[in-house]
């Protein structure tokens, strides 16, 4: 058992990932260099080589891509679950468009088909005779969420499918036909979204990355991530382009999302070993949920589906606060000083001011009842085979009243 401070989650960083980015330093290519496309052709191949990637340099900056390609246009209106982090939503307003929040299923704090129902129903009254344009269900802390029926409903829409899947890089499920896939495939998605944040399953600093099967789509994120700047002579207008060696076109607006090579080595270095991270968390998560059996029920993991085999990012657990008599600010404070740390994901977004003030208060009783209860205990690789049952004895400990 460790005795050290536990964070939430914490990176792996090790010797040869180090290595892999001073060398990047030492070539010639700190940015836009041969570390991309390879990351990229990596990251297609973890995933089944399907699916076409484009590396970012943030989720962030990978959410308003995908939606900006897929033709989400000022106007329009995204439906988004209310229980994830604030980007999610923020990039359909990079889009101009309009957000109706979806409630969440309390349990799991995901978007599930009913809650979809219902904010497409809003949606249709709030804002009359906009065109639904895109949903984005976010797999929280590495739940799939049923992405084959809430694909369905999105095609029937007319809509395109966008799924937040910066938790669940590595994460399973299984579909309708048997098969077993990855979040990453982007099967029953139009894309699907990966943050490689510290905090993340793999981590680049900062960095993204888009999967996707639309290939049209895919160029466009490539050349928007860049200022939307064209360089292939046989896509240009002007014809002497290829004989002119400066020459580039500029034809749409884009942005400079670009990942710089130093990220993308480490990225390349860490998705190496992603099995081996993957692996340990799914241990540890086993290892949660026997040391905190003892607790239910005023203790609880999210309740996963069935068909689904989740690579977690969180441990978030449902505590009843209220039944414990204690606040959880004060049992955060308790696991701090037992060397535990704990956060909250997240404040329901349509609870921020920005959005209040746009959209008026809302009430999401899934969503304010997941909220209420949740809180993140530790999960990252590196933790002990017994820092499970420690940190379950410290939750104890901090559970009791008084
Ligand atoms: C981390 C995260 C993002 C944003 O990722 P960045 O790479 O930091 O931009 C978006 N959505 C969810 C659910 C996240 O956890």
Known sequence: MSDSF??????????????????????????????????????SRWHG????????????????????????????????????????????????????????????????????????LRARTRFSGARLAAVLPVHLAGLPCDLETLHARVQAEGAVLVADSCHALASRWTDAGGQSRLVGDAGFCDAAVFSFHPVKTLACGEGGMVTTRHEEAAETMRRRRSHGIERDPVRMGEPRAGEWPWYHEMGELGWNYRMPDINAALGRSQLAKLSRFAARRRELTSLYEEALKPLAPLVLPP???????????????????????????????????????????????????????????????????????????????????????????????ALEAG
């Open 6 to 43: 536990l964070p939430y989650g914490r990176q792996v960083i090790e010797d040869d990932d180090i290595e892999a980015v001073a060398r990047v330093l030492r070539s010639d290519y700190l940015t836009t260099g041969p570390e991309i496309p390879a990351f990229e052709a990596e990251f």
């Open 303 to 397: 309740a996963g589906r069935a068909e689904t085999d989740s690579c977690r990012h969180l441990m978030n657990v449902r505590i009843d606060f209220e039944a414990a008599g204690v606040a959880r600010e004060t049992v955060m404070e308790r696991l701090k000083d037992r060397g535990v740390g704990s956060q909250v994901h997240y404040i329901p977004v349509h609870t921020q001011p920005y959005y209040t003030a746009r959209y008026g208060p809302e009430r999401l009783p899934g969503a304010d009842t997941y909220y209420a209860r949740t809180l993140s205990l530790p999960l990252y690789p590196a933790m002990a085979d017994d820092d499970p049952a420690r940190v379950a004895g410290a939750l104890a400990e």
């Open 49 to 120: 080589g399907a699916v076409h990637c484009i590396a970012c340099n943030s989720a962030t900056a990978g959410l308003h891509l995908a939606l900006d390609a897929l033709g989400v246009a000022p106007g329009d209106v995204c439906i988004v679950p209310s229980l994830t982090f604030l980007a999610t939503a923020n990039a359909a307003r990079y889009c101009g468009a309009e957000v109706v929040f979806a409630d969440v299923d309390p349990q799991s704090g995901l978007m599930t088909p009913a809650t979809l129902d219902a904010a497409i």
